[in-house]
């Protein structure tokens, strides 16, 4: 039964949109009276997965395990009913529907594109009915005790909600550049972590350029993959440049790490000191095995007469462009400046999860990311802040590192829903 009285917004149907809009269904279905969930996509559902909306050609493999699916880890706060109802929606049961159950499985289980990913959660959100407003959020407003979110589709829409989730990862970073970025073979000569992908068409048998690609996590690793997959590796030089540290560590797939991925539990047992620590290693280090071994492919081969990737072990400070080699500025271990010309400098630096910001007037309690993320509390809210203001990708920190990636959706969705939930 809804609660007409409460609305809960969500900006962007991605795994955590369309999680958090199945699971409310579900608990509707099962007597609970749920909030009336407002969920808001400028593209369509998956857009960040299905290779025509940046971040990813779509081709790249998932990095963490499918099985990780909306309903993940079913232990839901609610009760067993719910965990039951949610594994109609689960990745298996996607595969089932489609038959592709059989051949995944005698395949070992191979991890799917990034493609096949939005492919489920376009198919939960359909299967379980879920309603998307199709709109880009411009300007998110307070009013009184409610949040006013205004999108456009065409004409200007507005809606008033209780709470706010935002969702993505937020607009990639990138360095400071001065100057005009110039074209070079209808590639702007300076790309970043989203829009790198809606060339990397373009550089399909480039020859005897100069790439420098900074960055050492996630959004660095599927670039080279990219790259390494398009240009002509033999006369094409890629200089990796992850901040002066000394390589690009690998993803670590051990248990141990895992477990507080996938489920929180003992993360507050942890003091702040040990948690930064484990984030960063996470995070820093973020190349996938399988983004690993196709570097090593290009890197270490004496026997081949290329190399293509080279690591650079300096701190990068700045781009200038204006002409079409773009300069690169950066530090050296022993403090000097440097400057060094490529043909193309691409940002994998991550991305910044205060973006949102931009489509507010009233920020100044959203400017410090890192105070903001020790206020995170565990319906993922901010701590002092009204109306209710939801930033899972804030959560690390205080809640555990999984509530910010993909690898507990099913409690990210509880935790964020259950103040707006209560029994018949
Ligand atoms: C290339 C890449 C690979 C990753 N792989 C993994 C992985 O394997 N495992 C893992 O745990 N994590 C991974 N991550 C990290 C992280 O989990 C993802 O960023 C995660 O998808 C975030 O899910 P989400 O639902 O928050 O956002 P997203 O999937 O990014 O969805 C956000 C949605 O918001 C919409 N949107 C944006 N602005 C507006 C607006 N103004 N108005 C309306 N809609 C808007 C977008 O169109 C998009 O559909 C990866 C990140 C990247 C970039």
Known sequence: MKNESKKLIVIG???????????NKVLQDLGYNVPDVIIIEKENVGAHWDGKHGLTHGRLPLGSAPQKDIGYPYRSLFDKKVD???????????????????DWIDKGRLAPTHIEWAKYFQWAVK?????????????????????????????????????LVITGPGEP??????????????????????????????????????????????????????????????????????????????????????????????WKLLTEEERIRFIKAARAGNFSVYAKNIIDEHYLN???SYKAVNMKYVKPLKIVAGSDKPGLVYSLADGSIKKSEYDFIISGIGFNALSFTKFMKDTNELTNKHDLEKKIQDDMSVKDIKPTLHLPMLS?????????????????????????????
């Open 84 to 102: 039951k109802e949610m594994q109609k929606y689960s990745w298996n049961a996607y595969m089932i529907e489609k038959d592709y159950y059989v």
């Open 396 to 424: 690390a920190l205080n809640q555990g590192i999984g509530f910010s990636e993909l690898t507990c959706l099913g409690l990210l969705a509880d935790r964020i829903l259950q103040p707006y939930v209560s029994k018949k």
């Open 173 to 266: 970073k990138q360095l400071p550049i001065y100057g005009i970025v110039e074209k070079k073979n209808s590639i702007p000569t300076v790309l970043d972590g989203k829009n790198f992908w809606q060339f990397v068409k373009h550089f399909r048998k480039l020859k005897n350029v100069k790439i420098a690609l900074l960055g050492g996590g996630e959004s660095a690793a599927s670039i080279i993959v990219g790259l390494l997959d398009h240009v002509d590796i033999a006369t094409v030089k890629v200089d990796l440049i992850n901040n002066g540290h000394a390589t690009v560590f690998t993803r670590n797939e051990n248990s141990l790490d895992n477990m507080h991925f996938s489920d929180p539990t003992h």
């Open 13 to 23: 149907c991605g795994p955590k949109g369309t999680a958090l809009g199945v699971k």
């Open 302 to 304: 004496s026997w081949v």
């Open 127 to 163: 299967k379980a009915g879920v309603k998307v407003y199709k709109g880009e959020v411009v300007k998110i407003n307070k009013e009184e005790d409610k949040w006013k979110v205004k999108f456009i589709n065409g004409k200007a829409n507005e809606v008033m909600g209780d709470g």
